[in-house]
């Protein structure tokens, strides 16, 4: 936009830290709570997470056993598409390679469909959910992940909008086509890049 | 540009669009601030107008003590000025205008709730719509001329007026109609009354299916 606001500049002429994508602000110690649906009350006895698909063997981990798994943690930032970002937050889980390891990916898999127990969906093409990219996650700053930020387990896919990273995640669908999420089919972006600020369908 | 205030704190811009804006009920446009030196700042803000042809929308914007966005709108801007905005936005928090419809705002998150009420009474059919508005007093009551009617129940946590019987107090299952059947709940809010009041619809028998909820947060609704 070449025009500006009137009257309008940035507070205090501060310094932007570097961590920012374009049009994020430092939430700070706030964490907004932004959800489309009631909060669901999820049981880790019964609670499962599979993953399924275009994979040689479809697995399903009880709470018990996903919390077995090599433990992986991510530190560092997150960046919600209405704006926000909170730097420097950690997540402890399992990483998505470590549970893709066990179900192993068939060649023609190159798509992913996370689904959460509430019925949420969000897409990503495979090579953003390997390489140390994606986790599952069950505790954020070292305490148990509350019931409204997706507890008792989340998926967490830090470099894109947050609204890819599913809360109550209930598995990943490996498909060899990709199929559009929840918002991605209501008017935002497929891929959700925030270094491109790619929020909505068109960016 | 006209700007008139709806309470002490929230004010109603009317935007002037370069073409109709073609919205739904319940959507949101992106109002985007631009600094000389280049840097933006961007929020969403609900559309509190009905659908219609024209060319023009109504979003209303509560002042936050330190909203970088919403202090600007209320202390700056004036009328005639230009903003850049985006819209609309959403697919999700949408009444279709025809299926009945069950509307549970909270404070400022009566907007997009607002569009859905002059839809129904601009349309003929506000015999789909309910709507229940949570305020904490006569005076945080958004559209307090135009709101009141036969679809609606106000509900005054702390203070109420005079004239009114239920005494001051948290919204509970008895404030709320029965269940729309075959329709919609749209619930909007703090996070904190969005989940207080889903538990209570829940629990009058709706199923969670027909629940659609928008957070409002100092950012906008809008995430997972």
């Not at chain 1, 997150?78 to 704006?83: G, N, P, Q, R």
């Not at chain 2, 446009?29 to 929308?57: K, N, Q």
Request: proline share 9%; charged share 20%.
């Amino acid at each position: 936009m070449a025009t500006f606001t009137r009257g309008f500049s940035r507070r205090g002429g501060l310094e932007r830290d570097p961590r920012l994508p374009p049009g994020q602000y430092d939430a700070g110690q706030s964490w907004p709570v932004l959800t489309a649906e009631p909060t669901p009350r999820l049981d880790t006895e019964s609670w499962s997470f599979t993953v399924e698909g275009l994979v040689r063997t479809p697995t399903t981990w009880s709470w018990d056993e996903i919390r077995a798994l090599p433990r992986s943690d991510f530190t560092g930032d997150i960046h919600c598409v209405t704006s926000w970002s909170k730097l420097g937050i950690s997540f402890t889980g399992v990483s998505v390679d470590t549970l893709l390891e066990a179900a192993m990916p068939l060649a023609a898999a190159a798509h992913v469909l996370a689904y959460s127990h509430t019925g949420y969906t969000t897409n990503f093409p495979l090579p953003d959910v390997t390489g140390g990219r994606a986790w599952v996650v069950w505790e954020v700053d070292g305490q148990p992940l509350p019931r409204e930020h997706g507890g008792p387990a989340r998926l967490v896919v830090p470099h894109l909008y947050f609204w890819k990273s599913a809360k109550w995640i209930a598995g990943l669908r490996l498909l060899d086509h990709d199929e559009p999420g929840f918002w991605e089919v209501r008017g935002y972006h497929n891929y959700a890049d925030p270094w491109l600020e790619q929020r909505y369908d068109g960016d | 540009m006209a700007i008139r205030p709806e309470t002490a704190t929230a004010k109603t811009f009317r935007l002037h669009l370069p073409r109709p804006s073609g919205h739904l009920a319940g959507q949101h446009y992106v109002v985007r601030l631009t600094a000389p030196d280049g840097y933006t700042a961007s929020r969403s803000y609900s559309v509190a107008s009905a659908p219609d042809e024209s060319s023009e929308i109504e979003l209303t914007v509560e002042r936050l003590p330190d909203g970088e966005v919403s202090t600007f709108l209320a202390d700056r801007l004036r009328p005639g000025d230009d903003v850049d905005v985006r819209g609309p936005i959403g697919g999700w928090f949408i009444w279709p205008g025809d299926v009945p419809a069950l509307l549970v705002g909270g404070g400022s998150g009566v907007v997009p709730l607002m569009a859905m009420l002059r839809l129904a009474r601009r349309s003929g059919t506000s015999n789909l719509v309910r709507m229940v508005v949570s305020v904490r007093s006569p005076e945080d009551l958004y559209y307090a001329d135009e709101l009141p009617g036969p679809e609606t129940t106000i509900v005054y946590t702390r203070h109420a007026p005079a004239s009114e019987a239920r005494p001051p107090g948290r919204l509970t299952a008895r404030d709320l109609p029965a269940p729309p059947v075959g329709g919609l709940t749209f619930i909007c809010g703090s996070s904190s009354f969005a989940d207080a009041a889903s538990d209570l619809v829940v629990g009058s028998g709706t199923s969670i299916a027909d629940i659609r909820i928008e957070r409002f947060s100092p950012s906008g609704g809008h995430c997972h």
